[in-house]
């Protein structure tokens, strides 16, 4: 039998890999180029990255050709959303992006908790009575912290663009 400082330990690096693990699966802008679909069969050559790529909130005046869509939700932010069309637009060689509709929505998550069983040790002194020597023992008592149930909120954002370059 497996004693209840081993598995609060095992529960310990198990929570430890857990946030690790998170944090090593953040998106990154990149990650978005799956969500791009290109209109035309044509492929244009990429922009640099310091090309300045700007989000237009509606159809501009000027004469321009759509080569592809981008769409997708995160609840990484705006400034997540907008790094990744600048990265999209770059990659796909836009010249611009048009921002035709975003959403946004609260999502409700529940942690779990567990429970857990944490050892605390309690020192006790004594001093015996003839030798007038001081002596102490260590118990570990057991200390129960109950589970719970965490709700957080994250909010939502969904984007819908596209991608177009200037016509001659």
């Known amino acids: 039998m497996m004693s209840l400082r081993f598995s609060t330990a095992i529960f310990a690096a198990g929570r430890a890999a857990l946030v690790l693990g998170l944090l090593a699966g953040c998106a990154s802008v990149k990650s978005t180029a799956m969500y791009y679909t290109p209109y035309t069969a044509k492929l ?65 998550y529940l942690t779990e908790v567990p429970p857990q ?10 001093q015996k009575c003839r030798d007038g020597e001081t002596y102490s023992y260590t118990n570990w008592v057991p200390f129960f912290r109950p589970g719970y149930v965490r709700e957080d909120v994250a909010e939502i954002t969904a984007i819908d663009s596209e991608m177009i370059i200037w016509k001659n």
């Open 44 to 108: 244009y050559p990429p922009k640099p990255p310091e090309a300045p790529i700007p989000i237009l909130g509606k159809a501009p005046p000027e004469r321009y050709t759509t080569i592809g869509r981008l769409a997708f939700e995160t609840d990484q932010g705006w400034n997540f959303l907008r790094k990744s069309m600048v990265y999209n637009a770059q990659a796909n060689g836009a010249d611009a992006v048009v921002l035709k509709k975003v959403n946004s929505r609260q999502q409700l």
């Open 117 to 126: 069983t944490d050892w605390v040790p309690v020192t006790n002194y004594y």
